[in-house]
């Protein structure tokens, strides 16, 4: 049986939990987290995109929702070609 969804602390975000854009798709797998630990200040996400597999940042203000299985972002799936690729 699957543990049921929850909302978590970014901190304890899934390891390479799938993304879901704002229509509820899988647009890619969270391979980072960016924030100050130390601070809990958190700053978003690298995603390795399901489409085109490159990597782009999704910054803490697109993400409303971090759960024990997902990570959710307002992202339209169009919006997801203007995201910057991380370095």
Do not use: S
Not at 69 to 83: G, I, S, W
């Amino acid at each position: 049986m699957m543990e049921e969804e929850r909302e978590v602390a970014w901190l304890a975000m899934p390891e390479k939990a799938p993304v879901m854009d704002e229509a509820g798709d899988e647009i890619g797998r969270a391979e980072e987290l960016l924030g100050d630990r130390e601070d809990d200040i958190f700053h978003g996400i690298v995603v390795k995109l399901a489409r085109g597999g490159h990597r782009v940042e999704v910054r803490a203000d697109r993400i409303p929702k971090i759960t024990t299985h997902r990570v959710y972002t307002d992202l339209a799936a169009d919006e997801l070609e203007q995201l910057p690729e991380y370095r």
